[in-house]
């Protein structure tokens, strides 16, 4: 069964800095997932990744199967990049399954 | 175009009751999830269904029941409310098993049990 680590807990950043978020985890996967819950509880999807690395707008997320790693990077933070950051990876490794979340990243930008 | 729409937003219970959260989808998906947070910890999925007619068992599936009689509707029922079930709890969907699609969340429902 998988387990995943996320690190920091919580960050708190200025405007306009470079913000990375860490998720590692236990069992073998082909995919890992990034949401993103904001202030008032809606949570959407911003990733999936099976290798390399995936860009949208300022969120960049890299994986390393090997490593069993994952990292969110923010590129020039903005206080609406404030929220709670999840990854979540398939329960019992693998490419099938159910997923497993971590326990969130709390992410506070300040202008 | 709704996507995952979750009522009630809010409700308290007292111990003892029953309630039924609904969970339904415009996005024809054929997986849905539900799943409870509590504070400081994790999402955990209490039951899954991979298309009409067919559940099954998530993490935490105990004091809770599922159907799924259509594509769109995915309810929960809360048999016999307890304190421990005091959540947020959140319903998902989509197209497939979850690796490789991303899942579309509803806003939650906050509930409490007093």
């Known amino acids: 069964k998988n387990e995943v680590e996320q690190s920091p807990q919580n960050l708190t950043a200025q405007e306009g800095e470079f913000i990375t978020i860490n998720c590692s985890y236990s069992?073998?996967?082909?995919?890992l997932h990034w949401l993103q819950q904001h202030p008032g509880g809606g949570i959407v999807s911003l990733f999936m990744l099976s290798s390399g690395k995936k860009k949208h707008g300022r969120l960049i997320a890299t994986i390393n199967i090997q490593e069993k790693h994952s990292s969110l990077h923010i590129t020039a933070s903005h206080p609406r990049d404030s929220a709670v950051y999840i990854c979540a990876v398939p329960l019992y490794g693998g490419s099938q399954g159910n997923l497993i979340f971590g326990k969130g990243t709390k992410l506070s930008v300040k202008p | 175009n709704a996507g995952v729409t979750q009522t009630p937003k809010f409700r308290i219970l007292k111990i003892g009751q029953s309630m039924t959260l609904q969970c339904t989808q415009d996005?024809?998906?054929?997986?849905m999830y539900w799943y409870r947070q509590d504070p400081g910890m994790g999402l955990k999925l209490i039951y899954y269904s991979v298309g009409a007619g067919i559940t099954d068992k998530g993490e935490v599936p105990n004091g809770y029941n599922v159907s799924r009689s259509t594509t769109e509707d995915f309810p929960l029922r809360l048999e016999l409310a307890a304190p421990s079930q005091t959540s947020v709890y959140f319903c998902a969907s989509s197209p497939q098993t979850g690796d490789y699609q991303p899942q579309h969340f509803g806003d939650g429902t906050r509930l409490s049990i007093l």
């Open positions: 069992v073998g996967i082909s995919a």
């Open positions: 996005m024809n998906h054929n997986y």
